[in-house]
């Protein structure tokens, strides 16, 4: 059975960082495409950021510059690090595990909270 669990995340001031995490269990980064989506209050689900298995990564144009996505292979992990947050970036952070090119979303892990203060 396939689990994904998010950490990472928490309550910050606007311009600071966290780091996010998404640890995977039976399931394996390799060949597949990896991603984070967020969704506040009372708005739709969004992609932020993806690395597919082409290694090319995908950012939502209001994170550019501020967040970047990367992959630890070997312990099966997925990274979100995130400066200059914003008040904007206050919502339930999703890992999710998507097909080869990013184009179907398999698994969703169950969230976490980033809250940005400002």
């Known amino acids: 059975q396939v689990h994904l669990l998010e950490s990472g995340g928490g309550s910050v001031q606007a311009g600071g960082s966290l780091r996010l995490s998404c640890t995977a269990s039976?399931?394996?980064?390799?060949?597949?495409?990896m991603g984070w989506f967020r969704q506040a209050p009372g708005k739709e689900r969004e992609r932020v950021a993806t690395?597919?298995?082409?290694?090319?990564?995908w950012y939502l144009d209001s994170v550019k510059g501020r967040f970047f996505i990367s992959q630890d292979e070997n312990k099966n992990i997925l990274y979100l690090h995130m400066s200059s947050l914003k008040s904007e970036d206050t919502a339930m952070y999703y890992c999710a595990a998507l097909s080869r090119y990013c184009e179907r979303i398999d698994y969703w892990g169950q969230g976490t909270q980033v809250t940005v203060s400002s």
């Open positions: 039976g399931y394996s980064y390799s060949g597949h495409c």
């Open positions: 690395l597919d298995v082409a290694r090319t990564k």
